[in-house]
């Protein structure tokens, strides 16, 4: 298997916990791993600990003027094999379904070709909800790949489906993806 670039996109929601233990996965597995972060992924795991797991400069800001002198957002959108955005917030959703650009990540997930791969986790409520489900249809039919979200206690301690896969069973559904391509 060749070792790929990913790009790992952090959106708001408890479930970023889980990013760190998936972004050391990843460089585990010799693959080169950048991480670009919203606002509200800040509320919940720092830029520092996955720049430190990744040995990399995560990227926050779409207006970050050093970044920005060399169009920082469309170097981005090229430069992955694979966009894996993880946790995908409903928020998030909605955005990249309507091609919202007002973030660095949706703006580098509108300006890329490569495939991205999404991985919902919020509130089974939220996933319930149509309008989620609108969304994640249209997201299917622009060609991104959904991996569903598992059925258990959930941090408010509702029980059902959204939340977020163990990391490795991240892995395990990109390793099945990069194999089917």
């Known amino acids: 298997m060749h070792h790929k670039k990913i790009l790992l996109g952090v959106t708001g929601g408890i479930a970023a916990y889980k990013v760190p233990e998936l972004a050391r996965l990843l460089v585990t597995e010799q693959h080169d791993v950048s991480v670009i972060m919203t606002s509200s992924a800040?509320?919940?795991?720092?830029?520092?600990?996955?720049?430190?797991?990744?040995?990399?400069?995560?990227?926050?800001?779409?207006?970050?003027?050093?970044?920005?002198?060399?169009?920082?957002?469309?170097?981005?959108?090229?430069?992955?094999?694979?966009?894996?955005?993880?946790?995908?917030?409903?928020?998030t959703l909605a955005k990249l379904t309507q091609g919202r650009c007002d973030d660095l990540l949706s703006t580098v997930y509108l300006a890329t070709t490569s495939p991205v791969v999404v991985v919902p986790a919020m509130n089974q409520a939220m996933w319930d909800h149509p309008a989620t489900r609108r969304n994640l249809?249209?997201?299917?039919?622009?060609?991104?790949?959904?991996?569903?979200?598992?059925?258990?206690?959930?941090?408010?301690?509702?029980?059902?489906?959204?939340?977020?896969?163990?990391?490795?069973?991240?892995?395990?559904?990109?390793d099945m993806m990069w194999q089917q391509n």
């Open 42 to 91: 800040h509320k919940f795991v720092t830029e520092h600990t996955l720049s430190a797991l990744t040995s990399k400069r995560v990227r926050t800001d779409l207006w970050d003027l050093d970044a920005e002198r060399a169009m920082g957002h469309i170097e981005l959108a090229k430069w992955p094999d694979t966009f894996v955005i993880a946790p995908a917030s409903a928020n």
């Open 137 to 174: 249809e249209q997201l299917k039919q622009d060609g991104v790949r959904i991996m569903d979200p598992e059925h258990g206690e959930q941090a408010c301690g509702d029980v059902g489906i959204g939340r977020m896969p163990e990391p490795q069973d991240i892995l395990s559904f990109l």
